[in-house]
């Protein structure tokens, strides 16, 4: 259930990664991403001397269908902007968050979302699992029915349910503000 959760969270929540498999060159201004990118955030190249610099490219054009014979990763991006040859190209890019595999795993590691959504996600899991609970109640042929119908009230692992998702989509809309935040999208200047 927490990887559906994790899943569900894309494209109001990602991953956030960076590229820098590429240098920059003179005669090409076509360059592979790795697969995983959908979209780009900044894309920078650093300059010459010291100290280091990363100067902003303002100008692309990401291709999310590229011709996987001269890009294997089917990604790519267009970039206008003339840079000194062999430098290193620094690609910010959004990715959807991965899913857990192992209950030892680090949550931030492993999906790519921020720590602080950890209880966001274990939110949206309780509000889809409580309701399990108002299902085991209509079991009519169980021994133990009897029992539950007194201990809990008809509806109520549905009220606490809405109560959740409630909850779990106030803490979405708050990470997609802080996202939105940090990585604004920007006004690209593309070509065509």
Known sequence: ?????????????????????????????????????????????????????WEGIGSWRLDLRANTTSYPTGVAVDISHVTYPGRTLKVTYAAEPSPLVDGSD????????????????????????????????????????ASRVDAQPAGAATAASRYLQQLYQVRLEAERNRLAARYPIRVQRTWR
């Open 106 to 145: 680090d949550f931030a590691a492993t999906s790519g979302l921020p720590d602080s959504t950890s209880d966001l996600i274990c939110l949206g899991a309780a509000a889809r699992l409580v309701v399990s609970a108002e299902l085991a109640r209509t079991q009519m042929f169980s021994v133990e029915h």
């Open 1 to 53: 259930m927490i990887n559906e959760i994790i899943a569900s969270t894309w494209p109001d929540l990602f991953a956030v990664q960076v590229d820098e498999s590429n240098l920059t060159s003179a005669t090409e201004i076509t360059y592979s991403l790795p697969a995983d990118c959908k979209r780009i955030l900044d894309i920078r190249y650093d300059t010459l001397g010291s100290p280091r610099y």
